[in-house]
Structure formats: C-alpha cells, structure tokens
C-alpha cells in the first residue's frame, strides 16, 4: 500500500467525520450562543437552562439527519470495502 493510497483514505476519513461531526455540532453551538446571550441579559446563572435546550436540539438533529448520516458512513464502508483490493496490492 503506497504512502499517498493511506493519506486519500485517511483524508476521506477525516472529511466523512468532520461533515458528520459538524451537523451535529454547529446548531448545538448556536442554540448555546443564542441560550448565552438570553442569559446575560436576563443575569440567569442557571447551568440546565443552556444544557436542556442543547441537549434537545442535538436529538432533534440526530433524529432529522440520522438516516442520512448513517447513509453516508454506510456508502464510505462499503467504498473502502469494495477497494481494499486495491489499496493491499
């Protein structure tokens, strides 16, 4: 297996997981931002009144996007199945 066939899969690894991990993440991180300020304004130092909201809308998401997400991890195993012949030999 030639050094530049282990750097392709590792990169499209990397993109797989950070496209998966980043529809999780990134409205997480904006109902937190957006929690942030409701609580800086309001002077509410409650910690479960940014946890719950986040916490929901990563469930909302994953139950939203799961299908395609796992659709996605599925394609890729399935490619690097397909190829291992290719990249051993």
Do not use: C, Y
Request: hydrophobic share 65%.
């Amino acid at each position: 297996m030639s050094p530049e066939a282990v750097l392709t899969v590792f990169q499209h690894t990397l993109q797989l997981l950070l496209v998966l991990i980043m529809i999780v993440l990134i409205p997480a991180l904006l109902v937190g931002l957006v929690v942030a300020m409701f609580q800086a304004a309001t002077q509410i130092n409650e910690m479960t009144l940014s946890f719950i909201p986040k916490l929901l809308v990563t469930i909302w998401v994953l139950m939203l996007a799961g299908s395609w997400m796992l659709q996605m991890l599925l394609d890729f195993t399935r490619r690097m199945f397909d190829n291992i012949l290719l990249l051993i030999g």
